[in-house]
């Protein structure tokens, strides 16, 4: 990773906070608990949301020892043209989240192991997060693994609740882990399992 990727995060989130979510770029405990729940085993397709400047991307990436697919998709240009120079043979599509089955599709990719996301929910309206939610439930194994992250601040408050409203509608199990305060601020993973079909 480029030296100047913390500068470059400060300076995205200053100019679109709502888009970047965070003043700091996810830690690297974190980022290793978000990767945790990829399979270990075989050739998973991954896909992540709202890579940013690529601090989740690297632990993904170790995690997967050059097995399988990883997809990155970055709504922000300036995020994905970095993560494109400091990962050149990683997948990246400059898009909304919300259109990952056509991504999936143009790249003739099946269905997805496992999502890992930093999206800021939170700014989110409910419709746009039941959307994307949605987006995922249709495109994931029966089998699949979500995992995201939410900070200590936020945990409490109603936007939060309304995305574990939306995470509880579109998959059988979502689980927090313990705080994790090797992070700014402080953050939990939520773990969420066996996406429905119908939501």
């Not at 945790?36 to 075989?42: D, L, Q, S, V």
Request: net charge neutral.
């Amino acid at each position: 990773m480029q030296s100047n990727s913390g500068a470059a995060f400060i300076q995205r989130f200053l100019k679109n906070p709502a888009q970047v979510g965070a003043i700091a770029a996810t830690s690297p405990a974190v980022s290793r608990r978000l990767a945790e729940p990829i399979p270990e085993t075989g050739d998973p397709l991954v896909v992540e949301l709202g890579p940013g400047n690529g601090a989740v991307t690297e632990w993904i990436l170790r995690r997967l020892g050059g097995r399988g697919h990883l997809l990155a998709i970055e709504i922000d240009p300036v995020f994905a043209e970095m993560l494109q120079r400091n990962y050149p043979t990683l997948d990246v599509a400059v898009a909304d989240a919300g259109d990952l089955a056509k991504l999936l599709a143009d790249r003739g990719l099946g269905t997805v192991d496992a999502v890992v996301s930093a999206l800021p929910w939170t700014t989110f309206p409910d419709e746009q997060t039941r959307r994307i939610l949605r987006a995922l439930a249709s495109s994931m194994s029966p089998d699949g693994v979500f995992t995201t992250i939410t900070y200590t601040t936020a945990r409490m408050m109603p936007p939060w609740r309304r995305v574990l409203a939306a995470l509880n509608d579109t998959f059988e199990t979502v689980e927090p882990s313990r705080a994790i305060w090797a992070n700014l601020p402080p953050a939990f993973v939520y773990e969420a399992r066996r996406p429905r079909r119908t939501v």
